[in-house]
């Protein structure tokens, strides 16, 4: 029996008002909610869950530096070895001509290496099936918490579909 | 059943949350009214226009053109940085504004971040076609080739391929990712199963969790602080293909930041314009209102000072310069040859925008939507006045020669305006124009 209470359970809302007050009745009772979710970005300040530790800044950065060491290196091996060229005395390694080319690559190799990250990384929780996805969608607000804090705020609501997580 | 009622929405979607989804997506997937293809068709003419100019270009050569061994660049070359400029405004919106926290930008970013995006290709254009053989564009990359060539890192041309590039690139991304809640949104709602199918298609990542939507506003942020230094770059960029040259008029260290504030000026201009009819057509004044057009055009007015300013500090440089070509090069634009060009560009660029200081003119649709027209036409003559005089008159007077563009010229910027209206008018029908996520969150957040 208490193992089926500490099951988690997903409710689901079609109308904003309903969710809101539900996790507010869950926050007021010190009931951890294990994810929310709303059809655009929430303020989450209500929210109690732990998120992880967002790794976009680091490969933002990791990416922007392979970009400038890349863009760099090879534009100072083509101007000194590959194609070394004389424009009128001008050194071959002229450091001001190079920046606008560098940080441009530098941008460029950061953006998508944030991109990327942003694609791939905690995609677990895409939906694959279409019409789960739909039944998600037409209930835009969900959220996940354990069946026992259902009881504790004692919560009626007709509006709402509750699922076995 | 309401105007938009093809939108499936389900469940009490008579509530708030409901009625901005149907306000802001009720005419996708719809048949269009009469007025979109009465647009779509003469912009469909222009676009045509443009393609038989190409056609007859690549056949015969650049020489049908009107430039000679003394103009080289003329109207292709303007119209490319006529069109760039146009372009830095949607990422001044999408990222400076948002870098500011600016909410009224919510509505409005979307048109501009796509018109970014269709200018950005309407101004590729311009370099293909002007190189002579285009089909030999690639060159201009850096590639190991059987030639042992590489390209000239030294060179404002090549700073630029890398820089439209990157900016194309960028923006497109900006865009996408902007886009893609919206997609998520609304994927299962369209009572049109092609475009139902086509959203799930370009929907890359569904935000089914709140790590989703936290990793999704951090990335949006840094986003717009890596777009920022690009709206400064690369028009600065595009501006040294003047200013590290010798010519007479382009040698000058204050094109970096006078074509920047041009690039807003005209970009701004060019977003007034398109947002001020489509609010219109597709009812949705309530989500772009006339406090919108009143800040953009603050913007206009501030850039526009600044652009007064920049005419006055270059007239000031050359005549203090002393230099006997630079003083006639003057004296042909003020009361020369090119004086009703000239004297047209301060009326559209310098007296125009001074209209608005006042509210009740910036808060006028009509007169906002005219100023800007003729905003961009100004900005049109300015990047011609910049170009074409200063190559005709340069150091050596047995090299001045005239110019004047050729029908086919003219025929081909007619077509990219096409094609940008064209673009934008498919863009109008098939994706939100307004962010309705934004929407959502910032009706939220004032409740």
Same mark, same amino acid.
């Given at each position: ?49 732990? @998120?992880? /530790? @967002? ?9 922007? /530096? ?13 101007? +000194? ?45 895409? =939906? ?38 | ?25 009720? &005419? ?35 020489? /049908? ?9 003329? +109207? ?11 372009? &830095? ?71 630029? =391929? ?245 029908? +086919? ?39």
């Amino acid at each position: 029996m208490n193992n089926k209470l500490k099951e988690k359970v997903t409710l689901r809302f079609s109308k904003q008002e309903d969710w809101t007050e539900t996790v507010k009745l869950l926050n007021g009772a010190n009931c951890p909610i294990d994810e929310i979710s709303p059809a655009f970005p929430f303020d989450f300040e209500e929210d109690t869950s732990n @998120s992880e /530790i @967002s790794r976009l800044s680091l490969t933002g950065i990791l990416f922007g /530096i392979i970009g400038i060491t890349a863009g760099l290196s090879f534009i100072i091996w083509v101007s +000194t070895v590959a194609y070394p060229i004389n424009f009128g005395g001008k050194p071959l390694l002229a450091w001001p001509s190079f920046f606008p080319v560098v940080f441009e690559i530098a941008v460029l190799t950061s953006v998508i290496g944030m991109f990327l990250y942003f694609l791939f990384h905690d995609n677990k929780t895409r =939906v694959n099936d279409r019409d789960e996805e739909k039944e998600i969608q037409n209930k835009e607000f969900y959220l996940v918490t354990k069946k026992e804090n259902l009881q504790k705020i004692n919560f009626l609501n007709e509006n709402c579909i509750i699922t076995n997580d | 059943m309401g105007k938009y009622n093809n939108i499936l929405v389900s469940l009490q979607r008579d509530d708030r949350f409901g009625k901005v989804i149907k306000d802001l997506a009720g &005419h996708l997937g719809k048949r269009p009214g009469r007025n979109w293809f009465v647009a779509f068709a003469i912009s469909l003419l222009a676009f045509g226009v443009g393609v038989i100019s190409t056609i007859y270009t690549l056949c015969e050569g650049i020489g /049908i053109w009107g430039l000679n061994n003394t103009v080289n660049w003329g +109207t292709s070359i303007t119209g490319f940085v006529w069109w760039i400029g146009i372009g &830095h405004a949607g990422t001044f919106i999408s990222a400076v504004l948002l870098l500011f926290q600016q909410e009224w930008r919510s509505s409005i970013n979307r048109a501009a971040e796509a018109m970014t995006i269709f200018a950005i290709l309407c101004a590729a254009f311009f370099p293909v076609i002007h190189m002579g053989r285009p089909f030999i564009a690639f060159f201009t990359f850096p590639y190991p080739n059987t030639r042992n060539l590489w390209v000239n890192f030294n060179s404002p041309l090549l700073w630029d =391929v890398f820089a439209i590039s990157t900016y194309f690139i960028v923006s497109s991304i900006f865009f996408y990712i902007g886009l893609l809640p919206d997609i998520n949104l609304l994927k299962n709602k369209l009572n049109n199963r092609v475009l139902n199918h086509f959203y799930h298609k370009i929907s890359l990542k569904s935000f089914t969790s709140k790590r989703q939507w936290k990793t999704y506003k951090k990335l949006m942020l840094f986003l717009a602080g890596i777009a920022t230094p690009l709206v400064l770059s690369v028009h600065s960029i595009v501006s040294m293909d003047f200013a590290t040259s010798l010519i007479p008029g382009w040698h000058s260290t204050i094109f970096p930041p006078f074509f920047v504030a041009g690039a807003i000026f005209s970009g701004f201009a060019a977003v007034q314009i398109l947002v001020i009819i489509t609010r219109k057509t597709l009812e949705i004044e309530q989500y772009i209102t006339l406090s919108h057009i009143d800040k953009m055009n603050k913007i206009i007015l501030l850039t526009g000072c600044i652009v007064t300013l920049a005419y006055g500090i270059e007239l000031f440089i050359d005549l203090q310069s002393e230099n006997e070509t630079l003083i006639y090069l003057i004296s042909r634009k003020i009361r020369g040859e090119h004086a009703l060009l000239w004297w047209s560009m301060i009326f559209c660029n310098v007296f125009l925008p001074q209209l608005l200081w006042y509210a009740k003119i910036r808060r006028n649709s009509i007169i906002t939507f005219f100023i800007s027209i003729l905003i961009l036409v100004g900005m049109w003559i300015e990047r011609y006045l910049i170009v074409v005089p200063s190559l005709e008159t340069s150091y050596i007077p047995a090299r001045w020669k005239d110019y004047s563009p050729s029908i +086919t010229e003219i025929g081909l910027f007619i077509g990219t305006i096409g094609l940008f209206l064209v673009m934008y008018l498919l863009f109008i029908r098939l994706f939100p124009v307004v962010s309705i996520f934004e929407n959502l969150q910032k009706n939220n957040s004032n409740e």
